[in-house]
């Protein structure tokens, strides 16, 4: 089954095409990092009239690197929310038009479950297993019993991980999107600055890390203040090791108590390194895996094999009246 996947949530731009929901066709991403670099994070409304220049172009690409035409598309699956509205509509626009003129069945889906199916692409998926969800809007921990179920355990009640990833990077004047400069800086420094652990030991799988946040904000504007040295390195492997400790301790609270076969790791920030090291070297009795890099950002591949598998649960796809959801929950994703 040829799945064709558009993602257009954020700031990129992806259409892919994949068979049987791993056999990855094409995965072309049009990325408008440098546009929005300049005003230090997405601008709703550039990213709006970049998917729109670039959308038509990007379908085309797809289709032609996977050496199909549109008649060979069995299933189209867009990402529906959450995200920009603006952006979101584009997608699911162009998604309608296709669909509408070539008579292929449209299915709209979470943005999440894509991230968590960019898993499926290389390792497959062996219930019940444990999801790890870190992005720049989610972090989550989420329970699979079988494909498409998504039962959340605990999510962050303030900030995401990678929205205080980007939020130190600004303060270190790092430039956007930031998580990647953090954790390359991380890699050459150590922790000295021994930054508290939010919610570490509390009974729930819930994260907090907007005060984990402040904290590392206030400490280097006292540090400016007082004229001292900031050592780049070490901050950044402080507030490194700090948000990983949280992450892997709640992860593997949940894996035990739930028994569960596999720990996958997804979104933008499946890309740490210090992430992945301190998970792979915590958790060696199960399988832990993650996205390859291509896969961890935002991009359609992972929106297609999220697609083919809501498709074979549910065997129906949406009608036109299809929409965008700025704010959508993963558990009643259907
Ligand atoms: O999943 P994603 O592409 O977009 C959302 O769906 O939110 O995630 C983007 C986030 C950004 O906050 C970015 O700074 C972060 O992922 N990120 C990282 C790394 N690479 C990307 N954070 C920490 N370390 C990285 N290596
Ligand atoms: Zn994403």
Redesign the pocket.
């Known amino acids: 089954m040829y799945v064709l996947g558009v993602e257009t949530s954020?700031d990129e731009t992806s259409v892919s095409v994949v068979k049987d929901g791993n056999i990855v066709l094409s995965n072309e991403v049009l990325s408008q990092i440098d546009i929005h670099q300049s005003y230090g994070g997405v601008v709703p409304e550039i990213a709006s009239r970049e998917h729109i220049k670039g959308i038509t172009y990007v379908f085309d690409q797809a289709i032609k690197k996977a050496n199909l035409s549109y008649e060979d598309i069995d299933l189209i699956a867009v990402t529906k929310g959450p995200g920009l509205i603006g952006s979101l509509l584009i997608g699911i626009n162009a998604a309608k038009v296709i669909s509408l003129n070539y008579h292929i069945p449209i299915i709209g889906v979470h943005?999440i479950s894509g991230?968590i199916y960019a898993n499926y692409i290389e390792h497959g998926m062996e219930f019940p297993l444990l999801a790890l969800v870190v992005?720049?809007?989610?972090t989550e921990l989420v329970l699979m019993k079988e494909h498409f179920s998504f039962e959340k355990l605990g999510e962050t009640q303030d900030d995401a991980v990678?929205?205080a990833?980007?939020k130190v990077a600004r303060i270190l004047g790092l430039g956007y999107?930031?998580?990647?400069a953090?954790?390359k800086l991380a890699n050459q420094g150590s922790d000295t600055f021994d930054f508290p652990r939010p919610m570490i030991h509390s009974d729930d799988y819930h994260f907090s890390f907007s005060g984990l946040k402040s904290h590392v904000i206030n400490k280097h504007h006292n540090m400016l203040q007082r004229n001292e040295e900031i050592n780049v390195k070490d901050f950044s492997a402080s507030f490194q090791e700090a948000v990983t400790d949280v992450l892997v301790a709640k992860t593997i609270k949940a894996k035990e108590n739930y028994q569960v076969k596999q720990v996958i790791v997804a979104?933008?920030?499946a890309?740490?390194?210090g992430l992945r090291k301190k998970i792979k070297a915590n958790i060696t009795d199960i399988p832990v895996y993650f996205p390859i890099m291509d896969y961890c950002?935002?991009n359609a591949a992972m929106i297609a094999s999220a697609g083919y598998f809501k498709y074979k649960k549910y065997g129906k796809s949406d009608d036109l009246y299809i929409n965008g959801y700025s704010r959508l929950d993963l558990e009643r994703e259907m």
């Open positions: 954020c943005h991230h992005s720049g809007g989610h990678g929205e990833y980007d999107p930031g998580g990647p953090v954790d979104g933008g920030v890309a740490n390194s950002t935002d």
